[in-house]
């Protein structure tokens, strides 16, 4: 009896160890970390990130070099370039941003900056992968949807009622059912369910294919955070 009493606190010590072991694992595939790339004054690739190369390969569909000469990065760049000589400096200027959508249906977002001397005329070009709060909105606008479509949208994918969504807007309910008639027949879909798939699936099928893990706000953990959340 002594023994067996020995070794179960033995058993049980070494699977408390291996529990906690497992929850502070690191997962398998961890998310891609923002590029950067710099390109001269003829838009030719001068150097780039080690963690370039994925995203540019996967915005292009094929290499990373198809990436930097994609019509997306080059007009990042080109008017990153504009608006800094406009504003004199990089620290002044507007510097131009744009969410691209992959040939596998992800989202990047392209953001221009400078790294070096501004009479060089390099310029960088950042990319990261979309955080959904961003996707969100591109695609319903994706769809030709209007302002006020779009929130009549985005109140029916978390679950109002038609009564719920008119209070919430301050419109009537003739106008909400009005409203939702035209959102199905700008997206295809029948009901309520059909639109979600269609939002929800044509985004984040790939991911829940790939098991990539959920954070702790819902979020695929791949995305970046906006800023100051954390995963």
Not at 131 to 160: D, F, I, N
Not at 174 to 184: A, C, G, L, N, Y
Request: hydrophobic share 45%.
């Amino acid at each position: 009896m002594e023994l067996l009493a020995a070794a179960s606190a033995l058993f049980a010590r070494a699977v408390r160890r291996g529990l906690i072991a497992e929850a502070c694992a690191a997962p398998a595939d961890p998310p891609d970390a923002p590029g950067v790339i710099e390109l001269d004054a003829a838009g030719r690739l001068s150097r780039a990130s080690s963690s370039a190369e994925r995203l540019l390969a996967e915005l292009s569909g094929s290499t990373m070099q198809a990436g930097v000469e994609s019509p997306a990065i080059q007009a990042v760049a080109s008017a990153t370039r504009a608006s800094i000589a406009a504003a004199g400096n990089a620290r002044q200027a507007t510097l131009p941003s744009a969410a691209v959508k992959t040939p596998a249906g992800t989202w990047l977002m392209v953001h221009g900056g400078l790294l070096g001397d501004l009479r060089s005329g390099d310029i960088a070009v950042f990319g990261q992968r979309a955080h959904p709060t961003l996707v969100a909105p591109l695609l319903l606008k994706a769809y030709g949807l209007t302002p006020r479509e779009q929130e009549v949208t985005q109140l029916m994918l978390r679950g109002a009622t038609t009564i719920q969504a008119a209070q919430r807007l301050a419109i009537s309910p003739h106008t909400v059912t009005d409203h939702v008639k035209s959102i199905f027949e700008k997206t295809g879909a029948r009901t309520r369910g059909e639109l979600s798939a269609t939002l929800f699936f044509g985004e984040h099928l790939s991911r829940i294919q790939d098991h990539v893990p959920i954070a702790d706000d819902a979020s695929f953990v791949d995305a970046p955070r906006p800023r100051g959340s954390r995963p």
